[in-house]
C-alpha cells in the first residue's frame, strides 16, 4: 500500500480496504531487472542467472545479448497454455535480443504474452536529461578526460613536429590524432541525445512505436492501451500485466499533477499514478468485470534511496518495515556512505560483493516485530533464541545452496554491454527517429 501522509492516494488505497493486503511479501532484490525476473517466475534470479558476478545488479542497455532465458517459466506462459489472453503495458527491462537485433529472444512476446506495449529497457532520469544521471554523466566525464588528453598529444605532436624535437612525428598522425580528438568531443556533447534514442525507446509488439519516446506523452498512450486491451478480450479470460513508469526517476508528471502533493514531485507522480490506477479501475466497472476480475497491485522493489539531487529526493523511501518476517539475518552488509547513513549516497545502488560488503560472523539479528527499523542487532545476551534462529537460517541457506545449479549470468559484462549490432533501431542507424503513434492518429 502506498501510503503517504499528506497524498491523496484514494483508488490505491480503496484496493487495500476493499481487498487483502499482502503483509508478507517480499521483494527478491532491491532493483529492478532481478526482482523482475523473480517475480514473472517465482524462482531466485540467481536460478534464471538474472545476477551478475562483477557487480552489474540491472542490464544496462537495450542493446545488449542478456536478458530472461526463453526456458524460464513465467506465470504469463502458464497462463496462456490454459487459454488466458496475455499482455503487457508499461516497462520490461528483462532483456530484448540475442544474437541480431530482429531475433527478440528475451521479448516479452517471447515469455509468454500474445501482446506488447511499452519500454523494452527501463525509464531513466538520462531519458530525460536530469541533473540525475544513471549513464550520461559518467560517460560524458570518460569521453572529456580521453579527448583532453588527446588533444595534449595532439598538441605535444604539433610542437614536435615544428621545432624537429619528435623526430618521429609526422603530419599524418598529427591529422588522426585532432580526428579522434574532435570524435571524442563530438560524441561527448551528443551522448545524451544517442541515450534518448538508444534506450528511451516505445515499441508495440515485436515494431518500435516511437523513438525517442516522448516522456510527457506517455502515460496518455499506456491508459489508452490498456483500455484497448481490456476491450478487446473482455469476452474471454485475460491476463493483463501493467507496468507503471511512474514513481521511478526521473518522476515524469503531467502537468495537471504537478504541485498537488505535499512530498513535492514524488508525490505528484504517486498521486498521477493513482489516478491511472482509478482509470483502469473504472474501465473494468464500465465493460462490467469488475466483478470476475483479480486486480494484483505490487511494487517490484522499494524506493531508490540514492536518487537525490541537491537537497531532494526523488527515489522515494522505504519506510521502517522492509520485510514482514518477525526475524531478519544478515550475513553480509553494504558499507553504507555515509558512515551510519541507511544507503550508499553518491552510487547509484549498493553493491552486493567486493570489499564494499561486510561479512558478519556471526550474522546481525533483528527482530522486526519489536526493533522494525533494525537499530539495534540482537546478541546472545540479549536475546534468548539468538542460536536457535541463526542456526534455523543457516540451515535453510544451506540447503537453498545445494539446490543451485550452474547457469549463464546474464548481467555480466559479457552480455551486458552496449552491442551496437543489436541496437534496435526504426531508421538507418544512427538517424532513428520515428512516431508510428502519431502517425496513426
Known sequence: MLRLEHSWTPNIDRLAADGVRLTQHLAA?????????????????????????????????????????????TFAKILK???????????????LSCASPDDH???????GF???????FSMMADCERWGLSEKRAVLERR?????????????????????????????????????????????????GALIE??????????????????SQKTMPLILREVSSFIKRNKQGPFLLFVSFLHVHTPLVTTENFRGRSAHGLYGDNTEEMDWMVGQILETLDT??????????????????????????????????????????????????????????????????????????????????????????ALTPDTEPSFHVVVETVARAVEAHRRTLSPVPLQLDAADNTWKPWLQPCCGRF???????DADSR
Open 197 to 214: 534514442h538508444a534506450d528511451c525507446f516505445l515499441m508495440r509488439n515485436h515494431s518500435i512505436a516511437q523513438q525517442p519516446m516522448r
Open 114 to 120: 500474445d501482446h506488447f506495449y511499452g519500454m523494452p
Open 287 to 376: 465493460e462490467g468485470l469488475t466483478n470476475s476480475t483479480l486486480v494484483y497491485f505490487t511494487s517490484d522493489h522499494g524506493g531508490s534511496l540514492e536518487a537525490q539531487f541537491g537537497n531532494n529526493q526523488y527515489g522515494g523511501w522505504n519506510g521502517v518495515y522492509k520485510g514482514g518476517a518477525v526475524w531478519k539475518v544478515h550475513f553480509a552488509t553494504p558499507v553504507f556512505q555515509p558512515d551510519g547513513a541507511g544507503a550508499c549516497y553518491g552510487q547509484a545502488v549498493c553493491p552486493c560483493s567486493g570489499d564494499k560488503v561486510t561479512h558478519h560472523i556471526p550474522p546481525l539479528l533483528f527482530d522486526l516485530s519489536r526493533d522494525p527499523s533494525e537499530a539495534h
Open 29 to 73: 532484490a532491491p532493483v529492478c531487472t532481478p526482482s523482475r525476473a523473480a517475480f514473472l517466475t517465482g524462482r531466485y534470479p540467481l536460478r534464471s542467472g538474472m545476477v551478475s558476478s562483477q557487480g552489474l545488479r540491472v542490464l544496462q542497455w537495450t542493446a545488449v545479448s542478456g536478458g530472461l532465458p526463453p526456458s524460464e517459466i
Open 430 to 436: 544512427p538517424f532513428c527517429w520515428c512516431d508510428r
Open 105 to 111: 529472444c528475451h521479448h516479452p512476446l517471447n515469455h
Open 143 to 191: 569521453l572529456d578526460v580521453c579527448s583532453q588528453l588527446v588533444a595534449l598529444a595532439t598538441l605535444t605532436l604539433t610542437i614536435g613536429k615544428l621545432t624537429r624535437l619528435i623526430l618521429a612525428a609526422s603530419w599524418t598522425l598529427v591529422i588522426w590524432s585532432t580526428v579522434v580528438c574532435l570524435l571524442l568531443f563530438a560524441t561527448s556533447c551528443l551522448v
Open 81 to 95: 497454455a490454459k487459454g488466458y489472453t496475455t499482455g503487457l503495458v508499461g516497462k520490461w527491462h528483462l532483456g
